[in-house]
């Protein structure tokens, strides 16, 4: 019985504990939160810190693990990286790992790849960041050059002041996990994101995905739906640059999540993870409309196993749509339960209750809840989910203080 080692523990990465193990697979989970869910589902749970390298290779070592994997978020992306090196497991190699962590490094490899990306600075001081922006023609977006979720992003006009340009790099390097900030041109246009699996250098798409966000200054994602209603020859845009910046990173053996803009001048990459992408896009929706299990796919590639691509059912719509109430305390939340019960919704949570706070959205964690819904197309799914998360009705005091 192989023996795979997944990193984390909490909801986000039940999925992979739980395919593991239908997959007939020994599973070693390591959380440093003795609490987190995952580890009660474990073959073996270990309570250790996930950034720690050597108490990672010590577990990896005692329980003769033959992989690893990390799936939506990729805090111990470097870490895996260095367990591959040593231990001869398939995956992502250490200065590939390093290279899809870090934002400046990242634009660095597109560039040298020729991927189409945004013209894009390494800042690390307010001069600097007052520097970069005063040489960009249009808006710019100043970003941690190591973070997720949308954390400490923010958009700024052409002609933005001095002063507006040092409190972005200052929100932004409040969230940078390496102390570094990103600031790029900003790419008008809408956003995809192109899921993809690579092994043996060959790089297979599974789906593209529509995306709805907030719009700036924060853009966080409110919505995603599959498959993407782009036509085709826009569609091949966005693969063929999602493509090219896999191929410029140098991904391989490892799923990738790759997000990209379609602007004035063509398909743009904002990033790509080598991960499989979060927000159920991965775990969810793309199951769901094509019928293909992508979780036990990265599971196969982590053990350095070629993964079985046959859809299980026909293809599908499916979507996503997050709950957001106004911000402040909630007095109330209704609609829930009826939610869960209209056509083609398969999944309808809330995060808050009575007396809890409803948060300025700036990050994907200030959303208050979620719908997961099905239909025959796209168009169909989406529509399902927006009834179901109409329906759910989340009081706030500042709905009350309007009315």
């Given at each position: 019985?192989?023996?795979?080692?997944?990193?984390?523990?909490?909801?986000?990465?039940?999925?992979?504990?739980t395919t593991a193990r239908r997959l007939g697979l020994r599973v070693v989970v390591v959380d440093a939160d003795a609490n987190a869910p995952?580890?009660?589902?474990?073959?073996?749970?270990?309570?250790?810190?996930?950034?720690?390298?050597?108490?990672?290779?010590?577990?990896?070592?005692?329980?003769?693990?033959?992989?690893?994997?990390?799936?939506?978020?990729?805090?111990?992306?470097?870490?895996?990286?260095?367990?591959?090196?040593?231990?001869?497991?398939?995956?992502?190699?250490?200065?590939?790992?390093?290279?899809?962590?870090?934002?400046?490094?990242?634009?660095?490899?597109?560039?040298?790849?020729?991927?189409?990306?945004?013209?894009?600075?390494?800042?690390?001081?307010?001069?600097?960041?007052?520097?970069?922006?005063?040489?960009?023609?249009?808006?710019?977006?100043?970003?941690?050059?190591?973070?997720?979720?949308?954390?400490?992003?923010?958009?700024?006009?052409?002609?933005?002041?001095?002063?507006?340009?040092?409190?972005?790099?200052?929100?932004?390097?409040?969230?940078?996990?390496?102390?570094?900030?990103?600031?790029?041109?900003?790419?008008?246009?809408?956003?995809?994101?192109?899921?993809?699996?690579?092994?043996?250098?060959?790089?297979?798409?599974?789906?593209?995905?529509?995306?709805?966000?907030?719009?700036?200054?924060?853009?966080?994602?409110?919505?995603?739906?599959?498959?993407?209603?782009?036509?085709?020859?826009?569609?091949?845009?966005?693969?063929?640059?999602?493509?090219?910046?896999?191929?410029?990173?140098?991904?391989?053996?490892?799923?990738?999540?790759?997000?990209?803009?379609?602007?004035?001048?063509?398909?743009?990459?904002?990033?790509?993870?080598?991960?499989?992408?979060?927000?159920?896009?991965?775990?969810?929706?793309?199951?769901?409309?094509?019928?293909?299990?992508?979780?036990?796919?990265?599971?196969?590639?982590?053990?350095?196993?070629?993964?079985?691509?046959?859809?299980?059912?026909?293809?599908?719509?499916?979507?996503?749509?997050?709950?957001?109430?106004?911000?402040?305390?909630?007095?109330?939340?209704?609609?829930?339960?009826?939610?869960?019960?209209?056509?083609?919704?398969?999944?309808?949570?809330?995060?808050?209750?009575?007396?809890?706070?409803?948060?300025?959205?700036?990050?994907?964690?200030?959303?208050?809840?979620?719908?997961?819904?099905?239909?025959?197309?796209?168009?169909?799914?989406?529509?399902?989910?927006?009834?179901?998360?109409?329906?759910?009705?989340?009081?706030?005091?500042?709905?009350?203080?309007?009315?």
């Amino acid at each position: 019985m192989k023996t795979l080692m997944v990193l984390a523990a909490g909801p986000l990465q039940i999925p992979v504990i739980t395919t593991a193990r239908r997959l007939g697979l020994r599973v070693v989970v390591v959380d440093a939160d003795a609490n987190a869910p995952g580890l009660r589902l474990a073959d073996v749970a270990h309570v250790a810190n996930i950034t720690d390298y050597d108490a990672c290779r010590a577990i990896a070592h005692q329980e003769a693990a033959g992989g690893v994997i990390q799936i939506c978020t990729e805090v111990s992306i470097p870490l895996i990286g260095r367990l591959n090196a040593e231990l001869g497991w398939s995956g992502l190699r250490p200065e590939v790992a390093l290279d899809v962590t870090n934002k400046h490094r990242m634009r660095q490899a597109f560039d040298r790849g020729g991927a189409p990306s945004p013209r894009s600075f390494g800042v690390y001081t307010e001069a600097e960041a007052v520097a970069a922006a005063q040489s960009v023609r249009g808006a710019v977006i100043l970003k941690p050059s190591r973070s997720s979720g949308s954390r400490g992003v923010t958009k700024l006009n052409h002609g933005a002041t001095d002063q507006e340009v040092i409190t972005a790099f200052g929100r932004a390097l409040g969230f940078s996990a390496d102390r570094g900030v990103v600031l790029e041109e900003f790419v008008e246009g809408p956003e995809f994101s192109v899921e993809i699996l690579v092994w043996a250098g060959n790089p297979q798409v599974l789906a593209v995905t529509d995306k709805v966000t907030t719009g700036a200054p924060h853009f966080v994602e409110t919505g995603h739906s599959q498959p993407s209603a782009l036509v085709p020859a826009d569609r091949e845009q966005v693969v063929a640059a999602a493509v090219a910046g896999v191929r410029a990173l140098g991904i391989d053996w490892s799923a990738a999540h790759a997000e990209i803009k379609l602007g004035p001048n063509g398909a743009r990459i904002m990033e790509i993870g080598a991960r499989l992408g979060g927000d159920f896009i991965t775990t969810e929706l793309v199951p769901r409309s094509t019928g293909i299990d992508m979780v036990a796919g990265a599971i196969r590639l982590a053990l350095g196993e070629v993964p079985d691509l046959r859809p299980q059912h026909p293809p599908q719509g499916a979507a996503i749509r997050y709950v957001i109430p106004p911000p402040g305390q909630v007095l109330a939340v209704a609609g829930l339960t009826k939610a869960q019960t209209l056509p083609g919704v398969r999944v309808a949570e809330v995060y808050v209750q009575a007396g809890g706070i409803v948060p300025p959205v700036t990050s994907s964690g200030c959303r208050s809840g979620h719908v997961i819904a099905e239909g025959p197309s796209a168009a169909e799914a989406i529509r399902n989910a927006e009834v179901a998360r109409d329906t759910i009705q989340i009081q706030t005091a500042a709905q009350q203080a309007a009315k």
